[in-house]
């Protein structure tokens, strides 16, 4: 496996990401990108500007995994999105291996923080259906995962969170905002 960057001109491997976000998201956030249209209009939208796209590509040209990062703050904060794995390569390092290639590159630009938000639409934390308006950060140092969220993953990498916005996918769906330093 190799870490390579994701390039306007590369038809295919776009093509590949833009599958990988839809078959990578649909067990728990199925409408995030229901369809190859909306799936390659969120790609070549991460193509645009100064932002960094890497993907994990095996020895015979296969997207396993993508990982963006968009260029925040005058270039001291980058937000880490999205992040992508195709199902059948998960649990095998890859995630982890890109978000830290991508902290390497956010470093080369100057950039010195990474952040995130990681939803919780469907019930998956102890955050999600309850009032975050009352003992918030009691709740976030209390916070259990009940379905595997990926806040999990983000605390591996050295992330942690510095922040909820309750109901910003709806009443009792927050998200989750994790941020590391990187410099």
Not at 1 to 22: C, E, H, R, V
């Amino acid at each position: 496996m190799k870490i390579i960057d994701l390039k306007a001109d590369n038809q295919d491997a776009i093509q590949q990401a833009a599958i990988l976000l839809i078959e990578g998201f649909k067990k728990h956030w199925p409408n995030a990108w229901p369809d190859m249209d909306s799936a390659l209009e969120e790609v070549r939208e991460a193509l645009k500007g100064e932002n960094i796209n890497r993907i994990a590509i095996n020895d015979e040209g296969l997207v396993l995994g993508w990982i963006g990062g968009i260029r925040e703050y005058e270039g001291q904060a980058w937000e880490l999105h999205p992040l992508v794995v195709s199902p059948e390569h998960q649990n095998k390092g890859i995630g982890k291996v890109l978000v830290a290639d991508l902290e390497e590159k956010v470093k080369e630009q100057g950039g010195l923080t990474i952040y995130l938000g990681t939803d919780d639409e469907d019930n998956m934390t102890s955050l999600s259906n309850t009032d975050l308006y009352t003992n918030l950060s009691e709740k976030i140092v209390k916070i259990k995962n009940l379905k595997r969220h990926p806040y999990e993953f983000y605390q591996k990498q050295g992330y942690a969170i510095v922040g909820v916005i309750p109901d910003a996918n709806g009443i009792g769906k927050p998200d989750i905002l994790m941020a590391k330093r990187v410099k």
